[in-house]
C-alpha cells in the first residue's frame, strides 16, 4: 500500500482527498495535517465522511518519512511554500494543490503571488501535473505542483490547438464561471447567502491568476504559440462545478470538422477528458452538472466562421478533476499503477 499523507484536512480540498484517498485500493490514508483543526477527526470536520480512521489531525512534524511515501498539500500559497522547503527530499514524493510552485518564471509569479517567496530553483524541480499532458514526466516525480481549476480546463481545451494543430493563437479571450466551492471556507461578505444565492459576480473581470499559469505552461510547448491571453471569471450560485469558455482567434486556416478530429485524436486513450458535440444530449454540453462527482473534464471546440474564432467550452468539478480527483490521477501516474484506479465514480446528475 501507498501511504498518504494530507495536510490542510479540513478545507474542502482536503475533505475530497480523504473521500478519495480512503476508497482507493492501493492507497492507505496515514496522516492528517493542519493548525486551527488539530485535534479533531475527519468525521467533525466533514459531515459527509463517517470514518473511523484512528486518525485526528496533528501539526506538521519535520520529518515524515517515515508515515508517508507521499504527501499532499491541500495548504493556501504561503503555507505550501513553506512546507515544500521542509519536506522535499524527506519524503518520495510532494504535491501541491496550491499556487506556490505552478508559475514557474519568477517574475510572473511574483506578480500574481507577491506574499509568496520560494527558494532560488525550488520551483524548476517540480512538474505541473496535468497527467494527461505531462504523464511521462509525472512517473517517478519527487515534486509536483497540480495546476489551479480554472486552468486544468483552459489547458486541456486549447492543448490540441497548440501541441497538436500547432496553431498560432494571436489572442486567446476566457470567460470564466465557478460556484462558491471554488473559494474555500473563508468568510467573506460577498460569499454570504443572501448575497451569493442567484448572484453573477464579477469576481475578476479583468484578470486571474490561473491565465498567468496557463501561458506560463503552454508558452514551453510545442510547434503553436500562445500571442496574448486574458480571462474574465463570474462566480455563480452553484456549489460546485466551473466552465472556462475560451474564445480564440487565429489567421490559420481552421474547420470544424479538421478541429474535432484533431481533439478526439489528441485525447484517444485519456480516459478523463471527453471530447464532446455540444448538440449530442439532452441538454448542450460542456455543462458542469453533467460532471460534478466524477474527475472528468468534457471538452468541446466549434468553430464560428461569421466571428473569425474558434469557441472551445470546457467544464470539470472543480473539487475533483480541478483539485483532489487530479491529485490522485497524479499519485497514479507517480507511483505508475493504472490512472483511473479509484477514480471511476461516474457523475452524480441532478445534483
Same mark, same amino acid.
Given at each position: 500500500?501507498?501511504?498518504?499523507?494530507?495536510?490542510?484536512?479540513?478545507?474542502?480540498?482536503?475533505?475530497?482527498?480523504?473521500?478519495?484517498?480512503?476508497?482507493?485500493?492501493?492507497?492507505?490514508?496515514?496522516?492528517? @495535517?493542519?493548525?486551527?483543526?488539530?485535534?479533531?477527526?475527519?468525521?467533525?470536520?466533514?459531515?459527509?465522511?463517517?470514518?473511523?480512521?484512528?486518525? =485526528?489531525?496533528?501539526?506538521?512534524?519535520?520529518?515524515?518519512?517515515?508515515?508517508?511515501?507521499?504527501?499532499?498539500?491541500?495548504?493556501?500559497?504561503?503555507?505550501?511554500?513553506?512546507?515544500?522547503?521542509?519536506?522535499?527530499? $524527506? =519524503?518520495?514524493?510532494?504535491?501541491?494543490?496550491?499556487?506556490?510552485?505552478?508559475? %514557474?518564471?519568477?517574475?510572473?509569479?511574483?506578480?500574481?503571488?507577491?506574499?509568496?517567496?520560494?527558494? &532560488?530553483?525550488?520551483?524548476?524541480?517540480?512538474? /505541473?501535473?496535468?497527467?494527461?499532458? =505531462?504523464?511521462?514526466?509525472?512517473?517517478?516525480?519527487?515534486?509536483?505542483?497540480?495546476?489551479?481549476?480554472?486552468?486544468?480546463?483552459?489547458?486541456?481545451?486549447?492543448?490540441?490547438?497548440?501541441?497538436?494543430?500547432?496553431?498560432?493563437?494571436?489572442?486567446?479571450?476566457?470567460?470564466?464561471?465557478?460556484?462558491?466551492?471554488?473559494?474555500?471556507?473563508?468568510?467573506?461578505?460577498?460569499?454570504?447567502?443572501?448575497?451569493?444565492?442567484?448572484?453573477?459576480?464579477? /469576481?475578476?473581470?479583468?484578470?486571474?491568476?490561473?491565465?498567468?499559469?496557463?501561458?506560463?505552461?503552454? &508558452?514551453?510547448?510545442?510547434?503553436?504559440?500562445?500571442?496574448?491571453?486574458?480571462?474574465?471569471? /463570474?462566480?455563480?450560485?452553484?456549489?460546485?462545478?466551473?466552465?472556462?469558455?475560451?474564445?480564440?482567434?487565429?489567421?490559420?486556416?481552421?474547420?470544424? $470538422?479538421?478541429?474535432?478530429?484533431?481533439?478526439? %485524436?489528441?485525447?484517444?486513450?485519456?480516459?478523463?477528458?471527453?471530447? %464532446? %458535440?455540444?448538440?449530442?444530449?439532452?441538454?448542450?454540453?460542456?455543462?458542469?452538472?453533467?460532471?460534478? @462527482?466524477?474527475?472528468?473534464?468534457?471538452?468541446?471546440?466549434?468553430? &464560428?466562421?461569421?466571428?473569425?474564432?474558434? =469557441?472551445?467550452?470546457?467544464?470539470?468539478?472543480?473539487?475533483?478533476?480541478?483539485?483532489?480527483?487530479?491529485?490522485?490521477?497524479?499519485?497514479?501516474? $507517480?507511483?505508475?499503477?493504472?490512472?483511473?484506479?479509484?477514480?471511476?465514480?461516474?457523475?452524480?446528475?441532478?445534483?
Amino acid at each position: 500500500m501507498i501511504r498518504v499523507g494530507v495536510v490542510g484536512a479540513s478545507g474542502l480540498a482536503g475533505g475530497e482527498l480523504i473521500r478519495l484517498v480512503t476508497q482507493h485500493p492501493e492507497l492507505e490514508l496515514t496522516f492528517l @495535517g493542519g493548525a486551527s483543526s488539530a485535534g479533531r477527526r475527519p468525521a467533525e470536520l466533514h459531515p459527509g465522511l463517517r470514518l473511523d480512521l484512528g486518525l =485526528v489531525v496533528e501539526p506538521v512534524p519535520e520529518d515524515l518519512s517515515d508515515r508517508c511515501d507521499v504527501v499532499l498539500l491541500a495548504t493556501p500559497a504561503p503555507v505550501s511554500a513553506e512546507l515544500a522547503v521542509r519536506l522535499a527530499d $524527506r =519524503v518520495p514524493c510532494v504535491i501541491d494543490l496550491s499556487g506556490a510552485f505552478r508559475i %514557474r518564471t519568477p517574475e510572473l509569479h511574483d506578480r500574481w503571488y507577491p506574499g509568496v517567496p520560494r527558494p &532560488d530553483g525550488l520551483a524548476d524541480r517540480f512538474v /505541473y501535473g496535468v497527467p494527461e499532458l =505531462v504523464g511521462d514526466q509525472l512517473v517517478g516525480a519527487a515534486l509536483i505542483s497540480l495546476p489551479g481549476c480554472y486552468a486544468t480546463a483552459i489547458t486541456l481545451g486549447l492543448a490540441p490547438l497548440v501541441l497538436s494543430l500547432g496553431l498560432d493563437l494571436r489572442t486567446v479571450v476566457v470567460d470564466g464561471k465557478s460556484g462558491s466551492s471554488g473559494g474555500g471556507l473563508q468568510l467573506r461578505t460577498a460569499d454570504l447567502h443572501p448575497l451569493r444565492n442567484g448572484a453573477i459576480a464579477p /469576481y475578476a473581470p479583468v484578470g486571474h491568476r490561473h491565465a498567468a499559469e496557463v501561458r506560463d505552461f503552454l &508558452d514551453r510547448g510545442k510547434p503553436g504559440r500562445i500571442g496574448s491571453l486574458s480571462m474574465s471569471a /463570474y462566480g455563480v450560485s452553484h456549489v460546485r462545478g466551473l466552465m472556462a469558455s475560451s474564445y480564440v482567434f487565429t489567421d490559420d486556416e481552421v474547420d470544424t $470538422r479538421t478541429l474535432q478530429r484533431a481533439y478526439l %485524436r489528441f485525447y484517444k486513450g485519456h480516459h478523463f477528458v471527453r471530447v %464532446r %458535440r455540444h448538440d449530442e444530449t439532452l441538454i448542450p454540453v460542456p455543462d458542469p452538472q453533467a460532471v460534478l @462527482g466524477s474527475n472528468y473534464c468534457d471538452v468541446t471546440v466549434l468553430h &464560428d466562421p461569421e466571428g473569425g474564432r474558434i =469557441v472551445v467550452l470546457a467544464a470539470l468539478d472543480n473539487l475533483v478533476k480541478g483539485a483532489a480527483g487530479q491529485a490522485v490521477q497524479a499519485i497514479n501516474k $507517480r507511483f505508475s499503477l493504472p490512472e483511473e484506479t479509484g477514480l471511476t465514480m461516474q457523475p452524480v446528475m441532478p445534483a
